[in-house]
């Protein structure tokens, strides 16, 4: 079974799980464009990585960065407050590319 997820921008490093998806299952992006197995059970409405991130590298959601990632991140995890810093509680680090 193939999860749906929801990715705002085609530049968008994560997309949001539309359902509850075990470790292993295969999420597809709402556009068809990508499809990653989950290395991990991820929530209803979590992020799932599209792609590898390195540790403190800036992180993109609906064509914006939201945050930076606290660790590395490898494509299907999921991200979440354990490997990513929120910028929404740090308004003047919004200057990040």
């Known amino acids: ?3 749906l997820a929801l990715r ?3 530049q968008d490093d994560v997309a949001v799980v539309l359902a509850a998806t ?3 299952g ?3 992006a709402d556009d068809g464009a990508v499809v990653v197995t989950a290395r991990a059970t991820i929530p209803i409405h ?3 990585a599209l792609r590898d991130l390195a540790e403190g590298e800036a992180l993109r959601r609906g064509g914006i960065v939201i945050g930076q ?3 590395s991140i490898i494509k ?3 991200v979440h407050t354990h490997n990513l810093r929120s910028l929404r509680a ?3 680090s919004r200057s990040m590319k």
């Open 69 to 71: 990632t606290t660790a």
């Open 26 to 28: 295969s999420v597809q």
């Open 76 to 78: 299907g995890d999921h």
């Open 46 to 48: 979590h992020k799932i």
């Open 1 to 3: 079974m193939t999860h």
């Open 8 to 10: 705002l921008d085609p």
């Open 90 to 92: 740090q308004p003047n």
């Open 22 to 24: 075990p470790a292993g």
